[in-house]
């Protein structure tokens, strides 16, 4: 019986270096972009919040007729305050107030400066201002 012995093949050391060299340089040209996009993900995330936390305290003003107060603040949506006869929430699922999206609390005053309410974020940086994803995000803009 003679024994036939199989040539193993496989990849050498340049050819997966040159694929290493390749995926390399798609990663450096790709990344940027798909990281820029994440960072606009956010903002839109922002604004889609904003609106529907307009929303509810539109349905919050049918039912008590009145917005709540900045003291009050956005809690009222999920927690009736003391003095809000006809409230009939919670007016959020889930019953709590959502972050925005860089996991800090919306800010809500009204009466409004810029709106009849304003609810805003002040973006990545936390602080007034900015561009790209420090600026901020409103819901009168």
Sequence with gaps: MHLQRRRQRGFTLMELLVV??????LVSLVGPQVLNQLGGAKSKTAKIQIRDLEQALEMYKLDVGRFPSTSEGLDALV???????GWNGPYLKGGKVPNDPWNREYNYKYPGEKAEMDIFSYGLNGSPGGDGEDADVNNWD
């Design 20 to 25: 290493l060299a390749i995926l390399g340089l």
């Design 79 to 85: 927690g009736k305050p003391g003095n809000a006869t």
